[in-house]
Structures are given as structure tokens and as C-alpha cells.
């Protein structure tokens, strides 16, 4: 499944893709980079 998660770069975020990115593919959105930010916004 995939799962669109903004907010990736903070803390709830980050947690959540990091729990989920093992069993899903997880697209991270943020203004800020981070380790689940796929798409970086302006």
C-alpha cells in the first residue's frame, strides 16, 4: 500500500514513516529535507 505522509521531516512524521516503511511504500512530503522527505516543497 502506499501512503502519502506530510509533515515526514517532524517528529510524529518521521516516527510514522519510520514505522510503516518496511510494510508500505511510504511518500513523505515537508518543506523541510529529512530522512523520509521524498518531495521537498517551497
Known amino acids: 500500500m502506499r501512503i502519502l505522509i506530510t509533515g515526514s521531516s ?3 512524521g518521521n516516527a ?3 514505522s510503516l516503511k518496511d510494510k508500505h511504500s511510504v ?3 515537508d518543506i523541510n529535507p529529512g530522512e523520509h522527505t521524498t518531495y521537498q516543497l517551497k
Open 27 to 29: 511518500i513523505g512530503i
Open 16 to 18: 510514522v514513516a519510520s
Open 10 to 12: 517532524g517528529r510524529i
